[in-house]
């Protein structure tokens, strides 16, 4: 960590003491236990998978992939963190940092895993955590109101989660760059991929969600899980979605490019694309209803339809039909943070559910702006079979250029995909500049 960054932490985890200090007297408890969690064996195995650790417990120990650790947060007394450092030659033993923010905590390390005992009182643990192992503390399990008033201490971002959320990016986009030259050098999906992660200095296990590397029509797939390892005749497209983990906090970049054998079409649909979500990026600021945007991006959609000529009619007849949505079935965005689709998209302030409007059913983000957010703007066009053939089989084909359309089918899709804080006067963009 960074002076200036162990600064901000400091100052991020005084205002942490206060924020829990009065939600758990809000809610009438004498403290809570946060777990950190622990990667899970596969069945009949001794391998595990990939591990997360608890994102509430990430908001105050900056060490993401860390298990079987227990942070006890009590009002007016310093966090006290149960530190698993077991005596192992199998694999390394871990080691707290020499950070300033150590000294902050109580720290008794074990060598066995297990909950610290709780003293008396009402107290809650949160995390992946079995109901007997809270029976046997005393205390209540994940229960369901406090969880939603911790969740909601992660929706502003203080100084310290935006300059990790803003490094995060920064790796990521150096990823981003070397997954751009490596397709155009010919590379397989493959290779991309490992050239994303050689460059953004992180190991595939360690990434924040699976990167999604698609050439040509494999971009239409909205979460591609798989990476070819054969190079493709010709090159027409690649979407890279992909980010990086910085303290914990996640970057979550996505860009389109055209490849040498691309149409003149896809090319101008990728900069009406981007040059959408600029002006989407432009008009945010606080106040301002994440829903109203959502649905003006599938208007500029079909705008941009039209004008590339793929639908014959009005960007208002193009949304009502549902033309936009089968050519973009995905939402405008979600909060970020600790976790990729960060907690409490859908709820008000006061942890009252906000569903996503019935004609989108996957926007992630329902509530309204408030300055400290950092969410994700990711319009999309894409041709996805199993969408448009509904459409073509009634009325309101006749308004859709099926040729154009089939001929763009190769290309996949197109994603473009920014991180943005929401200011007091506006916003910043934390995703590097093209």
């Not at 860009?255 to 981007?274: E, H, K, Q, Y």
Request: proline share 7%.
């Amino acid at each position: 960590m960074t002076p200036a960054l162990a600064t901000f932490h400091l100052k991020h985890l005084d205002a942490l003491e206060n924020a829990y200090q009065r939600v758990l007297d809000e809610h009438g408890y004498s403290g809570v236990l946060l777990y950190s969690g622990h990667a899970r064996q596969h069945f009949g195995d001794d391998q595990t998978a990939s591990f997360a650790t608890y994102g509430h417990f990430l908001h105050w120990v900056p060490l993401p992939g860390i298990e079987h650790g227990w942070l006890l947060i009590r009002p007016g007394q310093p966090p006290l963190l149960h530190w698993y450092a077991p005596q192992d030659f199998w694999h390394l033993t871990p080691e707290l940092p020499d950070e300033p923010w150590v000294e902050r905590f109580r720290i008794e390390s074990v060598t066995e895993p297990g909950p610290p005992r709780l003293p008396s009182g009402r107290f809650a643990v949160l995390g992946d955590v079995e109901a007997d192992v809270a029976t046997a503390l005393g205390a209540e399990c994940n229960p369901e109101a406090l969880t939603i008033a911790l969740d909601e201490l992660r929706v502003r971002k203080s100084d310290y989660e935006v300059a990790c959320l803003r490094e995060a990016n920064a790796q990521a986009w150096a990823g981003h760059r070397a997954a751009r030259e490596a397709f155009d050098a010919g590379a397989a999906e493959l290779d991309i991929q490992l050239a994303y992660l050689a460059a953004s200095r992180q190991r595939e296990s360690a990434v924040p969600y699976q990167n999604i590397v698609g050439v040509n029509h494999h971009a239409g797939v909205l979460h591609y899980q798989h990476y070819d390892i054969q190079p493709v005749r010709k090159r027409y497209s690649l979407l890279v979605d992909a980010g990086h983990r910085h303290h914990g906090y996640c970057a979550d970049i996505t860009r389109t490019w055209a490849g040498c054998d691309a149409s003149d079409t896809f090319g101008a649909l990728i900069d009406g694309v981007t040059r959408l979500q600029r002006r989407l990026i432009a008009s945010l600021g606080p106040g301002q209803s994440f829903v109203a945007l959502h649905e003006r991006m599938h208007w500029e959609l079909g705008h941009l339809l039209a004008s590339q000529e793929l639908v014959s009619c009005s960007a208002d007849a193009a949304v009502a039909q549902g033309i936009t949505y089968a050519f973009c079935p995905h939402g405008l965005g979600h909060l970020l943070g600790i976790q990729v689709h960060d907690v409490a998209g859908r709820r008000r302030a006061d942890g009252t559910p906000l569903p996503p409007p019935a004609g989108y059913p996957a926007l992630r983000l329902t509530r309204e702006l408030v300055s400290g957010m950092v969410l994700t703007v990711e319009p999309g066009c894409y041709v996805i079979p199993m969408l448009l053939a509904p459409l073509r089989e009634g009325a309101v084909g006749r308004d859709i250029d099926w040729d154009a359309v089939e001929a763009l089918a190769p290309h996949g899709g197109i994603r473009i995909e920014d991180n943005v804080l929401i200011t007091t006067e506006g916003h910043d963009d934390l995703t590097p500049a093209v």
